[in-house]
């Protein structure tokens, strides 16, 4: 398989994160996939946003889930962007997608639009949360899952193979050696995350991983003459 660059909540680094304007850019930049984040709003819409509450990317305050979509639309997410529903994004972008979901009740509402739209060859799901992937992959069949790791020890396969992930992505200031073997014999793909300089871009590449997630789109023109 070809070496991924993934565009972590599109390019953050130079745009407000899960935006459409952000995944766009990530997108004309040539990365091979996008990532976002899913929470559902207070009236059960998948919408597009790193954290549980709107304070810190938005110019409002408050739980997501306590906030209608209405709500959320008119808010402020950077450079005058809305916050994006998952649907939206679906039909703005050609680009693969990786989707993030924190949790089981997110993963339903997921497994509903992957269904409906027809999204297993197009979109892989990951999660920090084990139960959520195996939610997921007990209601898509044959949808591609990813266990997310930032805390982690070699259980971390184990956690994998248990919840049915065919890829691990993988805080790579905390990834050994010992951890990559690990999940080689497991036959899990390994992505190394966040990958912002030319120093994690050549660990990645010395552990022979199989792509990386970054916040810059000057990642993707580098990593094929980084050895």
Same mark, same amino acid.
């Not at 407000?16 to 997108?27: G, I, K, M, Y």
């Not at 995350?193 to 994690?200: E, G, S, Y």
């Given at each position: 398989m070809n070496f991924l660059t993934i565009g972590h909540r599109g390019v953050m680094?130079? +745009?407000?994160?899960?935006? %459409?304007?952000?995944?766009? &850019?990530?997108?004309?930049?040539?990365?091979?996939?996008? +990532?976002?984040?899913?929470? %559902?709003?207070?009236?059960? &819409?998948?919408?597009?946003?790193?954290d549980t509450d709107v304070d810190r990317t938005t110019d409002g305050t408050g739980p997501i889930a306590e906030k209608t979509l209405a709500e959320l639309r008119a808010?402020?997410?950077?450079?005058g962007e809305h916050v994006p529903v998952f649907e939206e994004v679906l039909d703005a972008l050609r680009t693969p997608l990786q989707a993030e979901i924190k949790d089981v009740q997110a993963a339903r509402a997921l497994a509903e639009v992957i269904l409906k739209r027809d999204l297993v060859a197009r979109v892989e799901v990951s999660s920090f949360h084990d139960e959520a992937?195996?939610?997921?992959?007990?209601l898509v069949p044959g949808v591609r899952t990813a266990l997310i790791g930032s805390r982690f020890g070699t259980d971390i396969v184990d956690r994998a193979v248990e919840a049915g992930a065919a890829t691990v992505c993988l805080n790579i200031r905390r990834l050994t050696l010992e951890i990559v073997e690990r999940a080689r014999k497991a036959d899990l793909r390994i992505i190394g995350?966040?990958?912002?300089?030319?120093?994690?871009l050549r660990l990645v590449r010395a552990?022979?991983?199989?792509?990386a997630t970054t916040d810059y789109p000057e990642i993707k023109r580098t990593a094929r003459f980084t050895a």
């Open positions: 680094g130079v +745009e407000p994160e899960n935006t %459409l304007r952000s995944f766009v &850019a990530a997108q004309q930049a040539g990365l091979d996939v996008i +990532e976002l984040d899913l929470h %559902l709003s207070k009236d059960g &819409a998948l919408v597009v946003m790193h808010l402020d997410a950077g450079r992937v195996a939610e997921i992959a007990r995350w966040v990958v912002n300089t030319q120093d994690h552990l022979q991983l199989d792509g």
